[in-house]
T-cell receptor, first 112, second 115 residues
Framework: DAGITQSPRHKVTETGTPVTLRCHQT?????MYWYRQDPGHGLRLIHY???????DKGEVSDGYSVSRSKTEDFLLTLESATSSQTSVYFC???????????FGPGTRLTVL | GENVEQHPSTLSVQEGDSAVIKCTYS??????FPWYKQELGKRPQLIID?????GEKKDQRIAVTLNKTAKHFSLHITETQPEDSAVYFC??????????????FGSGTRLSIRP
């Protein structure tokens, strides 16, 4: 599982509240990614990081921010959650030649 | 940017028969094409990948073919078994300026194996 954990694994929250999801890795990988998975859309990249304090946007970044203050942790924040952000969120890391990606166990987020 | 289309969205085959899933991509600069399998409630797991400098790769009952000219690639599963039932995703990699690899996924194929 490439030493990736995500927390929490499940969360139910209300519209308008802030939410932070955490991805933690133990193997000092440089590249980390956040995806969301929705039926009919596969997995879509939200944000990614190529080092401490180095992040960039993916294809569906609106409404999300990220931070990476140390190598092992990549945080995804929903500043004001909306029902459209109900989804399963996966963190991933890339290894070796930077192409092969491995996924964490996922976080199921429900925004009521 | 890259766009990946995947067909079919659902596929049902008899146990022991072969299954084929096809994908097309739009960006000729993409050079890495992984396939992921996702069982219900689990994370996507890499099952096979191919780079643009080869045309075919096999791993036991699974094979992937790539046609760079036509910009399409396919997953072939032979002698299907019940444990092959899952959702399969193809993907193409877009290498960004930061050297991070941004994977663009297809929308998935739900494969069901009939006993």
């Amino acid at each position: 599982d490439a030493g990736i954990t995500q927390s929490p694994r499940h969360k139910v929250t209300e519209t308008g509240t802030p939410v932070t999801l955490r991805c933690h890795q133990t193997e000092n990988h440089r590249y980390m990614y956040w995806y969301r998975q929705d039926p009919g859309h596969g997995l879509r990249l939200i944000h990614y990081s190529y080092g401490v304090k180095d992040t960039d946007k993916g294809e569906v970044s609106d409404g999300y921010s990220v931070s990476r203050s140390k190598t092992e942790d990549f945080l995804l924040t929903l500043e004001s959650a909306t029902s459209s952000q109900t989804s399963v969120y996966f963190c991933a890391i890339s290894v070796g030649d930077r192409d092969t990606q491995y996924f964490g166990p996922g976080t199921r987020l429900t925004v009521l | 940017g890259e766009n990946v289309e995947q067909h079919p969205s659902t596929l049902s085959v008899q146990e022991g028969d072969s299954a084929v899933i096809k994908c097309t991509y739009s960006d000729s600069a993409s050079n890495y094409f992984p396939w992921y399998k996702q069982e219900l409630g689990k994370r996507p797991q890499l099952i096979i990948d191919i780079r643009s400098n080869v045309g075919e790769k096999k791993d036991q009952r699974i094979a992937v073919t790539l046609n760079k000219t036509a910009k399409h690639f396919s997953l072939h599963i032979t002698e299907t078994q019940p444990e092959d039932s899952a959702v399969y995703f193809c993907a193409a990699t877009e290498r960004g300026y930061s050297s991070a690899s941004k994977i663009i996924f297809g929308s998935g194929t739900r494969l069901s194996i009939r006993p």
